[in-house]
């Protein structure tokens, strides 16, 4: 029986073409015996009807919970997430059902971490506000806006995995001094790329600029709460490119109002799309993107291409290289 494939239509652009291009489609052509198609309408959940209809589905957004594969018709034996968080599937469901879940780990850790270092760049050197002044005519007022420099500052990461280890590559010749905290990762490992492994609390209180690059999860749900924000420096900057909910978004915008953090750039939001009437969305002191700033033609194919790669590997019966629940294999 052919191993039928069902992409979800979010990675299509407005022209309905893939955003990822053409040529990681090929890979499907390895395995004569996967057909495949993109979901005839854009989904917000995979449904049980879909889970009925296909052995693989290749998931950009749409969540996947315990519903979407409990019918007893539920075909499905693997689904390939396009990136690396995983907050939106059901793990455990899958798992009891014996599906595979996938990600693409290697894929995206230099371009968010290229991504980072963009908003860091932006908000120390005062990016938004000189672009303002040059359209607007006001060039002599230069000097009011002093750029911040990074060689006396430190650069403290919430998270120290894949994403977090290549942020710490190439942020060491800009910074001063790195801090990492991660509750798992290895102090010496963290040495080896030129950070302190410290306690989160300390990191807030002495980083200059708080990348946040974690994964979402049961412990990392607003880790950046109130009483940690107000452990920042009021010339500190927050960066989030991980998952909106990581950081409690309204304890944010709080001392944003009252100026006591210098600013932030946020690429991920606890609502998403944003909502028009957040506040975020009005302020000066914070550059906003829509949880696409690590988007390249480079990150996409590569993520298209090692996703894909993961059902041909599960439609040959082989594991694939980038399992979430390994438990499925014992």
Known sequence: MKFKLGITRDVLDSQGQPSFGTAALKILETNPEITW????????????????????????????TKLSVGRADCKLKIIARHGVGYDSVDVKALTERGIVLTNTPFAIRRPVAVAALTLIF???????????????????????????????????????GG?????????????????AADPYAKPTRVAELGAELVPLDRLMGEADFVVVCCLLNDETFRLVNAPRLALMKPTAFLISLARGPIIDEQALIEVLRGGRIAGAGIDVFEKEPVDPSNPL????????????????????????????????????????????NLDVYR
């Open 281 to 324: 969305l009005t302020m000066d002191n914070v550059i906003l993107t829509p949880h696409s700033l690590c988007w390249t033609d480079e990150c996409f194919h590569e993520m298209a291409s090692t996703g894909l790669k993961s059902i041909v590997d599960v439609s040959f019966g082989r594991k694939p290289v980038h399992v979430v």
């Open 37 to 64: 198609e993109y979901l005839p309408e854009r989904i917000a959940e995979v449904s049980p009807d879909l889970a009925a209809l296909y052995d693989g589905l290749y998931v950009n957004s749409p969540k996947v």
């Open 163 to 179: 994403i977090g280890e290549e942020l710490l590559k190439l942020a060491k010749p800009f910074f001063g001094r790195m801090l």
């Open 122 to 160: 932006a908000l120390a050197g005062r990016l938004p506000t000189k672009d303002r002044l040059t359209r607007q005519n006001r060039w002599h007022e230069r000097t009011n806006h002093m750029g911040v420099g990074l060689t006396t500052r430190a650069i403290g990461l919430i998270g120290a």
